[in-house]
T-cell receptor
Framework: DAGVIQSPRHEVTEMGQEVTLRCKPI?????LFWYRQTMMRGLELLIY????????DSGMPEDRFSAKMPNASFSTLKIQPSEPRDSAVYFC?????????????FGQGTRLTVV | AQSVTQLGSHVSVSEGALVLLRCNYS??????LFWYVQYPNQGLQLLLK??????LVKGINDFEAEFKKSETSFHLTKPSAHMSDAAEYFC???????????FGKGTRLSVIA
């Protein structure tokens, strides 16, 4: 398996524009997670899905953020409108539903810069 | 809520020296603990995980961690640092079941030649 695939790797956009980040989880994984990494706050969980259903989106910072998982092999994280403070590295991760010791597998991340 | 605390945001060691990265957890029940490594411009990669089968856990690249319940710690060690070990290291805990991992703030390891 190619692992978790995220696209694009880098995104530079102007304030106010819509940004869509994409993720393809590892085939067969039941859980998908979106994290955001910043210098100030470290790694924060934004939202996670189980079998394509959103379970907890309490980490989504504002209504400007939305995430979908239309099928088991694809998820998107959308920011509309984007703001400079959204600049961060966004990671997607996936895991099997096999219990407490199951590790999450991470993609290489999307570095978002909003100018 | 369960959490982990990583002591020291930056650790610097000489090549060949012992690496010690500290992680303490807050938990009233047996925690499920992980160490991940992030190389520059890369995603996170699992180094090792505690499964309660043994208190001393061996991981990749000669890293190991010891679970000490009395100290609520899960420190990461490596006997001899290599230049290639320079990276960010994250301790994480899974509160229960299939809940998401909760990460510490990370420790950046620098290795000096």
């Amino acid at each position: 398996d190619a692992g978790v695939i995220q696209s694009p790797r880098h995104e530079v956009t102007e304030m106010g524009q819509e940004v869509t980040l994409r993720c393809k989880p590892i085939s067969g994984h039941d859980y998908l997670f979106w994290y955001r990494q910043t210098m100030m706050r470290g790694l924060e969980l934004l939202i996670y899905f189980n079998n394509n259903v959103p379970i907890d989106d309490s980490g989504m910072p504002e209504d400007r953020f939305s995430a979908k998982m239309p099928n088991a092999s694809f998820s998107t994280l959308k920011i509309q409108p984007s703001e400079p403070r959204d600049s961060a590295v966004y990671f997607c991760a996936s895991s099997l539903a096999t219990g407490e010791t199951t590790e999450a597998f991470f993609g290489q991340g999307t570095r978002l810069t909003v100018v | 809520a369960q959490s982990v605390t990583q002591l020291g945001s930056h650790v610097s060691v000489s090549e060949g020296a012992l690496v010690l990265l500290r992680c303490n957890y807050s938990s009233s029940v047996p925690p499920y603990l992980f160490w991940y490594v992030q190389y520059p411009n890369q995603g996170l990669q699992l180094l090792l995980k505690y499964t309660s089968a043994a208190t001393l856990v061996k991981g990749i690249n000669d890293f190991e961690a010891e679970f000490k319940k009395s100290e609520t710690s899960f420190h990461l060690t490596k006997p001899s640092a290599h230049m290639s070990d320079a990276a960010e290291y994250f301790c994480a805990v899974r509160p229960s079941g299939n809940t998401p991992l909760v990460f510490g703030k990370g420790t950046r390891l620098s290795v000096i030649a």
